[in-house]
């Protein structure tokens, strides 16, 4: 089984900046799709960002365009989340998720993810 381990969230000013890490275990990975979502309090939780596993397509959520950006997704390689001006919006628990459908594009929906890490907390006070 594919184990995934979130890494790097913290407290942080707004206005800062964070990278979280994504690691996978084991030497076989085979997902094509690797992304980042995220859960605040009493939300559901929302697509933050992806990366194609040759790292030729993003995606991002319109409320991150512009601050965060994924690296990364080739199998058995961290995929980094570089976040920058961080708001308290943000605060949430960001959870990092592996798709192994080869699709057009990635996928933005939880329901594509095959796995997902424990989630690791990010908080952004005022």
């Known amino acids: 089984q594919v184990q995934l381990v979130e890494s790097g969230g913290g407290l942080v000013q707004a206005g800062g900046s964070l990278r979280l890490s994504c690691a996978a275990s084991?030497?076989?990975?085979?997902?094509?799709?690797m992304g980042w979502f995220r859960q605040a309090p009493g939300k559901e939780r929302e697509f933050v960002a992806a990366?194609?596993?040759?790292?030729?397509?993003?995606r991002y959520a319109d409320s991150v365009k512009g601050r965060f950006t994924i690296s990364g997704g080739n199998a058995n390689n961290m995929v980094l989340l570089e976040m920058n001006s961080l708001k308290p919006e943000d605060t949430a628990v960001y959870y990092c998720?592996?798709?192994?459908?080869?699709?057009?594009?990635?996928?933005?929906?939880?329901?594509?993810?095959?796995?997902w890490g424990q989630g690791t907390q990010v908080t952004v006070s005022s």
């Open positions: 084991g030497r076989t990975f085979s997902s094509y799709v």
């Open positions: 990366i194609s596993r040759s790292g030729s397509s993003t």
């Open positions: 998720a592996g798709d192994m459908i080869r699709r057009l594009v990635p996928s933005t929906s939880t329901s594509a993810y095959d796995y």
